[in-house]
């Protein structure tokens, strides 16, 4: 019961839930998400952080950057239903679009000035 009570916490929460809708588009790093979501770096790594616990999200290294995705492990039982059906949810809301059409032309080696 641990993992679905926590899966739940995770999402009840509106940064967690626009962090998933975004990463539905395309991985992303630490920095385009900040921008994005227009929050602070450690408060965008908590919510990684607990999205990541939940296995909700995975992260993988890539040279100085961590890129993160939506978990497609199809072991846990909870992500294999509750992915599917997040993916159906706010596909109208304003601030969720507004996120999306974001997540097309953020650019980490922009914001990173490489």
């Known amino acids: 019961m641990d993992k679905i009570v926590y899966a739940f916490k995770a999402l009840a929460d509106s940064n967690r839930i626009r ?3 975004m990463l ?3 991985p ?3 920095c385009e998400i900040t921008e994005i979501l ?3 770096t450690s408060t965008v790594s908590k919510h990684l952080s607990i999205l990541r616990n939940a296995e909700f ?3 993988e290294k890539d040279g100085k950057w ?3 995705y939506l978990n497609t492990d199809q072991t846990n039982p909870y992500m294999r239903h509750l992915l ?3 993916r159906t949810w706010l596909t109208a809301d304003e601030r969720v679009l507004n996120d999306q059409k974001k997540v ?3 650019d980490r080696n922009t914001l990173c000035g490489i």
């Open 19 to 21: 962090i998933l809708k």
């Open 24 to 26: 539905e588009i395309r």
């Open 28 to 30: 992303l790093c630490v």
């Open 38 to 40: 227009n929050l602070a």
């Open 57 to 59: 999200i995975t992260d």
């Open 66 to 68: 961590v890129n993160y």
């Open 84 to 86: 599917p059906l997040i």
């Open 104 to 106: 097309t032309t953020v």
